[in-house]
């Protein structure tokens, strides 16, 4: 298995398009995690998702954000309309019944 | 409310130093902790975890309940630790929650 693989590893983007970050989680894995990390606040859960159900979405910044998982094996997370503050690295992870959280390579994300 | 503290942005030791890296956490109820590394141009993965007991790469961290602290240790640290480490905090896998990561740079 590749482990956890999201896309694009990287995406510049102008303020107020829209963007879609692609998270493919290890197959056989329940639970699925969407995480954001900047040098100010470091690793922020955004939301989790358990048997594709969107189980906490507490720490999603607002409106802009959403988060889905139509299947076991793709989570998208969409920001619309984008601003420069949400530059930053997006991760996402999964994990198989309260096991270990395995991550992805993240998608470093720019605002201008 | 869960609360991750690691104080130390970086850390910068020399090759055979002892490495401590802090980390004090707030919660109400029985904590797990774990402490989760990301080496450069790699993706985030787990250390340890405190249930387990272990020692990882030499690594070691003891949960201290009385002084809410979980600090990961290592006697003679190596430049291939150099990293970005971060403690967590969760129940389970679930919600976990970090903190704002040391890098730690072990120079030679």
């Known amino acids: 298995d590749a482990g956890v693989i999201q896309s694009p590893r990287h995406e510049v983007t102008e303020m107020g398009q829209e963007v879609t970050l692609r998270c493919k989680p290890i197959?056989?894995?329940?639970?699925l995690f969407w995480y954001r990390q900047t040098m100010m606040r470091g690793l922020e859960l955004l939301i989790y998702?358990?048997?594709?159900?969107?189980?906490?979405d507490s720490g999603m910044p607002e409106d802009r954000f959403s988060a889905k998982m139509p299947n076991a094996s793709f989570s998208t997370l969409k920001i619309q309309p984008s601003e420069p503050r949400d530059s930053a690295v997006y991760f996402c992870?999964?994990?198989?019944?309260?096991?270990?959280?395995?991550f992805g390579q993240g998608t470093r994300l720019t605002v201008v | 409310a869960q609360r991750v503290t690691q104080p130390e942005k970086l850390l910068s030791v020399f090759k055979g130093a002892p490495v401590e890296l802090k980390c004090n956490y707030s919660?109400?109820?029985?904590?797990?902790l774990f402490w989760y590394v990301q080496y450069s141009r790699q993706r985030l993965q787990l250390l340890l975890r405190?249930?387990s007991r272990e020692s990882i790469k030499g690594f070691t961290a003891d949960l201290n309940k009385g002084e809410t602290s979980f600090h990961l240790k290592k006697p003679f640290a190596q430049e291939e630790d150099s990293a970005m480490y971060y403690c967590?905090?969760?129940?389970?896998?679930?919600?976990?929650?970090f903190g704002t990561g040391t890098r730690l740079l072990v120079s030679p």
């Open positions: 992870a999964s994990s198989l019944h309260n096991t270990e959280a395995f």
């Open positions: 197959s056989g894995h329940n639970s």
């Open positions: 998702f358990n048997n594709n159900v969107p189980i906490d």
């Open positions: 919660y109400s109820g029985s904590p797990e």
């Open positions: 405190h249930i």
């Open positions: 967590a905090l969760g129940q389970g896998f679930q919600k976990l929650v």
